[in-house]
């Protein structure tokens, strides 16, 4: 399987404030990224995308996408909308556990990757025949990729997703090849 992972372009909110699910728009125009990604994609796709809009519209401008909740950035809960400094040394209960530790309200990022594995492994038990391309978020890419990779957990922090960026995967019965990453 020929996978393509686009993050959505730079969304429209001031650095250094926590957006996780929080439904934000876009700061560059999805119709100009769209054409900027489209040499690099293939002809034909099977195409799925978070339902955020900042994924969303990205993946309207490239196709009519099938959308899937599973597929959202991690939820921060009470800290959405939020500026890190406002939140305080609460960040560093989330630092001292990056993959178990849950915002108030919100979801840990192993409770994130597990819905987004199962939507992966959905996909994978349909055997897609042509690519699929992905425009979603930074947290899901990193735990598809990151798994797809054979990389602990704690490493996929590492993966680091550019905003209006894609990532080439190819999957196949014997194990996956990373073709190229943020273009």
Avoid at 129 to 151: K, N, Q, S, T
Wanted: proline residues 8%; charged residues 25%; aromatic residues 8%.
């Amino acid at each position: 399987m020929e996978l393509h992972l686009i993050r959505h372009p730079r969304p429209a909110i001031e650095p250094g404030v926590c957006y996780g699910q929080h439904d934000i728009g876009l700061a560059e125009s999805a119709t100009e990224v769209a054409a900027r990604l489209r040499p690099l994609l293939p002809d034909r796709f099977a195409l799925h995308a978070s339902p955020l809009i900042r994924a969303r519209l990205l993946a309207e401008e490239l196709g009519t996408p099938q959308l899937d909740a599973r597929l959202k950035e991690i939820h921060f809960g009470e800290w959405e909308g939020r500026t890190f400094s406002a939140i305080g040394t609460a960040i560093d209960d989330w630092a001292a556990d990056p993959l178990g530790f849950r915002a108030p309200g919100g979801e840990s990022a192993r409770e994130m990757t597990t819905r987004v594995l199962h939507w992966l492994s959905d996909l994978q038990l349909s055997a897609p025949e042509e690519p699929v391309v992905i425009v979603a978020h930074g947290g899901p890419l990193r735990a598809i990729a990151g798994h797809l990779l054979g990389l602990p957990p704690e490493r996929w922090l590492g993966l680091d997703f550019g905003c209006g960026q894609v990532t080439r995967l190819d999957v196949e019965n014997w194990g996956v090849v990373l073709r190229w990453f943020n273009r």
